[in-house]
């Protein structure tokens, strides 16, 4: 997501190819019983495969208004959205809504296993909503990245009023959808929305599942050091050893690049696509490993998995394995090397590791999105002053700024989030569930404790980055089903209370 180095939920070549056989259908032509195209995917997320052998849904396209909130902009955009109505009762069942976060669609439906694991028992139609500028929902089509003024649609506010719109206009038009009670879920930027949708729009959506939603990830209301800081528990959890040769190597890695041969010795440790040149290239390959680590712990899932790279179980576990004795010199960094190759190759399929890649050149607009909304609204302050397993990272605001001026003309409004989201004053909405797994980085600026009876804080002891929103799994820890079952308890408490109201 950001600091220099950091992402959320970057999506990656391999996530954006799937569905490709969508054909287009308006949803204004929406009749209950047309034959919308159903794509059929052969697999799940979780390595579990669904009985019925995958995910179906169909594929609709709304027309968005560009502009919510001035009335100059009459233009619209086709937004991509999937609906699998499938298990839903239609006398008043259920809308569980995906608040779409800054990637493609289906790639958060293929990775949100948990909906579709109780849509059946709720007898609930799911709806995954894709965020504006991301996947197929660009405004201004091929365009739309070309310059910054057609940028300047893409924030928070103009995503929840499309979110509030959709939901609109499913219920007046979908036969039995009108009474239905609608609840939100996203996970990480999409489990922001999720509960921002529930703060904004509490006439739309009835309650939000927010899940690892750093919504205090920002100036003022976390401290910028907080996410190194539970990057490193996490990484202690697997072993103080591990984490000791760590921060040990970034100095190991600075006196071996200045000795003779010392490039040559880093690039073949590491298996890297092309050799380090400088002190600059050193300072980036150091802040690529950064962001392995980082991302090794968003995905420290307990069995094996492909969200942001195919993994093993564990695999922190498995990256300690390669350090777990005082390593130092040369030594540590092949072990290090081995690291590398379990994050960067675990399928063997990596020819070379190439520590240049910023993901823009993937030809995924996400991240380029991001990129843009971090210059903008979701300015998030991080900082290591050189403890545990990580060197000093300062946090400097108006550098920040700078850069994004540079690149976008526009700069970050640091305060901007915090007083537009309430930001701790939650106790003035309900409803909302924030779960973070302790494992997860993006815990530091999550909804920790409970704030009311009704705004909850559920933790996952050994959880990852929304490990509960992933499918279930034969290997899933206690922890995180004892987490769904509070979940599923508080929604069907809320969609209870709806019924008896309405
Ligand atoms: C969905 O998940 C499966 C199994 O992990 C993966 O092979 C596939 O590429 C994913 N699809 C998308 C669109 O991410
Ligand atoms: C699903 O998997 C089966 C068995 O691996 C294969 O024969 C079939 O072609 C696949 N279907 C699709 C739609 O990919
Ligand atoms: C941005 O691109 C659009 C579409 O090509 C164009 O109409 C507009 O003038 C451009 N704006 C700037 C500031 O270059
Ligand atoms: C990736 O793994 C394969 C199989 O073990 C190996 O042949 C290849 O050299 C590895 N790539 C890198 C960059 O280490
Ligand atoms: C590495 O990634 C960069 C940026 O994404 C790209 O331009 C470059 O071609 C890649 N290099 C290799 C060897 O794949
Ligand atoms: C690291 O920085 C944070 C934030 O400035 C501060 O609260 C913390 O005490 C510092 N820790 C150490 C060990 O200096």
Redesign the pocket.
């Known amino acids: 997501m950001t600091g220099k180095v950091v992402k959320m939920a970057m999506v990656t070549t391999k996530c954006l190819v799937l569905f490709l056989c969508c054909s287009l259908s308006h949803v204004n032509s929406w009749q209950q019983d047309q034959q919308l195209p159903i794509v059929k995917n052969n697999e799940t997320s979780s390595g579990k495969l669904n009985s019925n052998g995958g995910y179906s849904y169909k594929t609709l396209y709304y027309d968005q208004q560009i502009d919510h909130f001035g009335f100059t902009n009459g233009q619209t955009f086709k937004q991509r959205i999937l609906v699998a109505d499938q298990f839903w009762n239609r006398n008043g069942g259920p809308i569980f809504f995906y608040t779409g976060n800054e990637g493609d669609i289906d790639w958060f439906c293929n990775n949100t296993g948990f909906m579709w694991d109780i849509a059946p028992e709720f007898n609930a139609m799911l709806v995954f909503a894709e965020h504006r500028y991301y996947g197929e929902s660009l405004p201004f089509g091929q365009d739309t990245y070309k310059n910054v003024s057609l940028l300047n649609y893409l924030t928070s506010e103009q995503a929840l009023a499309d979110f509030a719109e959709n939901i609109r206009y499913l219920k007046t038009t979908i036969p039995g959808a009108e009474n239905s009670a609608v609840v939100a879920f996203g996970g990480s930027y999409g489990g922001m929305l999720a509960a921002w949708l529930r703060i904004k729009y509490p006439n739309v959506i009835i309650g939000a599942l927010a899940s690892s939603a750093p919504i205090w990830q920002f100036t003022d209301l976390t401290p910028c050091n907080a996410f190194y800081d539970v990057t490193s528990k996490t990484w202690l959890d697997a072993s103080t050893t591990c984490v000791e040769n760590v921060h040990r190597s970034y100095n190991v890695l600075a006196t071996i690049a200045e000795s003779a041969g010392g490039f040559e010795f880093i690039q073949k440790a590491f ?1 890297l696509c092309t050799p380090l040149a400088s002190k600059y290239d050193l300072e980036t390959f150091m802040d690529f490993l950064v962001e392995m680590y980082t991302d090794l712990a968003m995905v420290n899932y307990p069995y094996p998995a492909s969200f942001l790279a195919d993994l093993p179980a564990w695999p922190i576990k498995v990256a300690c394995s390669y350090l777990s004795d005082p390593l130092d010199g040369k030594p540590l960094l092949a072990a290090l090397g081995k690291v590398t ?1 379990l994050y960067y ?1 675990f399928t ?1 399929n ?4 190439n520590w240049t890649d910023d993901g823009s050149a993937d030809a995924s607009l996400g991240t380029k999105g991001w990129d843009y909304q971090s210059c903008t609204e979701m300015v998030m302050p991080m900082c290591s002053n050189n403890t545990n397993m990580f060197y000093n990272i300062p946090w400097d605001f108006q550098e920040v700024s700078d850069k994004c001026f540079e690149k976008y003309k526009v700069r970050p409004r640091e305060n901007w989030v915090a007083l537009e989201y309430w930001a701790k004053q939650l106790k003035e909405t309900s409803n909302i569930i924030f779960s973070n797994g302790l494992y997860d980085p993006w815990s530091s600026g999550g909804v920790m404790e409970s704030i009311s009876d009704t705004v909850v804080a559920i933790q996952i002891p050994y959880g990852a980055h929304h490990l509960d929103l992933r499918g279930s799994n034969p290997l899933d820890t206690r922890a995180v089903i004892s987490a769904r079952i509070q979940e599923k308890n508080i929604i069907r408490n809320w969609l209870k209370i709806t019924y008896i109201n309405g």
Do not use: D
């Open positions: 298996g190759n190759n063997g990596t020819n070379c590791v």
